[in-house]
């Protein structure tokens, strides 16, 4: 069942229990006396107050069942205006005399006739209404101008978020070279053709399950393999778990098994490390493409050079400007055929195990405050401009 059915059945099925709660609270007072002129002068004001409440909730629901809390806590209610949001609540004068709402047989039965019409409308837009479905952009939205960027400082300025800690050297961003590097792999080779796997399994959203991996980054990981092998690609989801204990180790306990699989498996000519980011608690990296929320995502470099001491020997990155291409190319069709999807291309001072491959992606994936549905919605993209570099189709 699709989320916009679940939320429409859930609003109907509220708007009947606060209907049915109010109706045998009204009946329950009217025990009391055959007319209203008999029922003692307080549970005629709480009489009143039903019908306005039944009243209200026709009005707002959500005003109603305010309303509602109100009357079963004892206290005297307060309504409210109606307001659009972000506006302050007022409160109305309450004049009982100024409501007229009496709760007959016919009237009941008229409330009644008007909710199973809104139900048959809803369900009938239901039927009617299509899912948003993905369709992958057939042209770009717009077209970067790289002569703008032919000076380095501008080229980080415009693509690229430098780490404190980190030293970026002219020779690495060539605007010329990050283009024109081949970044395509041969689809037709048997065996894997692209390794996916997660250095930090445990990575999970704002609602995912515990226990559950399907819901965590490597289900996203799953779902992202089914989708590059529609393309056409053979794809080698690997589920190993590296971070269990801790996180601090895990780029080094995942190395030895990553490249045991691209010794085991030579056809292997693209590797890609999904992750998810970490971001303050209040941040929301989405967008809207196609009408859906979509999470953003992240490029991210390791360069093997501080800002203190340069290069890093021990940290020796053979492959670091076909990484760079690779990455660049992803943000830079990104920012063509979907602006505002993909965030600047990270870059820190450490290798993150990207010397394995000429071809290695880190991504980050949204972040631990973005849905499952979110993230979901996220894949098919990225799936797409994955295909566009990795078939230099573009």
């Not at 199973?116 to 042209?139: D, H, I, L, M, V």
């Not at 300025?157 to 430098?162: A, C, D, L, M, R």
């Not at 269990?244 to 693209?270: C, F, G, T």
């Amino acid at each position: 069942m699709s989320m916009s059915k679940k939320r429409r059945l859930l609003g109907i099925s509220k708007w009947l229990l606060l209907f049915m709660i109010l109706t045998l609270l009204l009946a329950n007072i009217r025990k009391e006396g055959a007319k209203e002129d008999s029922l003692p002068k307080e549970s005629l004001v709480f009489t009143e107050l039903i019908q306005e409440g039944v009243q209200r909730i026709k009005k707002n629901m959500i005003e109603g069942q305010s309303v509602l809390m109100d009357l079963l806590a004892g206290n005297e209610p307060v309504f409210f205006e109606s307001r659009q949001p972000g506006m302050q609540e007022s409160a109305l004068p309450f004049e009982l005399e100024d409501y007229s709402l009496m709760l007959s047989g016919d009237s009941l039965g008229q409330m009644e006739e008007e909710n199973r019409s809104y139900q048959e409308r809803a369900a009938e837009e239901e039927e009617t209404e299509p899912e948003k479905e993905f369709t992958p952009a057939g042209e770009k939205s717009q077209f970067i101008l790289w002569e703008n960027y032919e000076d380095m400082e501008k080229l980080l300025q415009g693509f690229y978020t430098v780490d404190s800690t980190t030293q970026a050297t002219k020779e690495l961003f060539s605007v010329k070279t990050l283009l024109e590097t081949d970044c395509s792999i041969d689809t037709t080779t048997e065996g894997p053709q692209i390794l996916l796997y997660h250095t930090h399994s445990q990575e999970g959203f704002v609602d995912s399950v515990p226990g559950d991996s399907s819901t965590t980054i490597v289900g996203a990981g799953e779902i992202l393999t089914k989708l590059l092998e529609g393309y056409g690609y053979k794809v080698l989801h690997h589920e190993g778990e590296y971070d269990v204990k801790s996180r601090d180790y895990a780029y080094s306990n995942s190395l030895p098994a990553i490249e045991q699989l691209l010794k085991d498996n030579p056809s292997i000519q693209a590797v890609i490390d999904l992750h998810r980011d970490a971001v303050a608690e209040d941040t929301r990296l989405v967008t809207e493409l196609a009408g859906r929320p979509t999470a953003r995502v992240m490029f991210f470099n390791g360069l093997s050079r501080t800002r203190k001491q340069g290069a890093i020997p021990y940290l020796e990155n053979p492959y670091l400007q076909e990484n760079l291409a690779f990455s660049f190319q992803m943000k830079t069709l990104c920012d063509e055929y979907y602006p505002g999807f993909a965030r600047n291309i990270y870059l820190r001072a450490y290798r993150y195990n990207m010397h394995v491959s000429p071809r290695t992606l880190l991504i980050e994936l949204g972040a631990q405050t973005n849905t499952m549905e979110e993230i979901h919605n996220a894949l098919e993209p990225l799936a797409h401009i994955l295909d566009k570099v990795l078939s230099g189709k573009d």
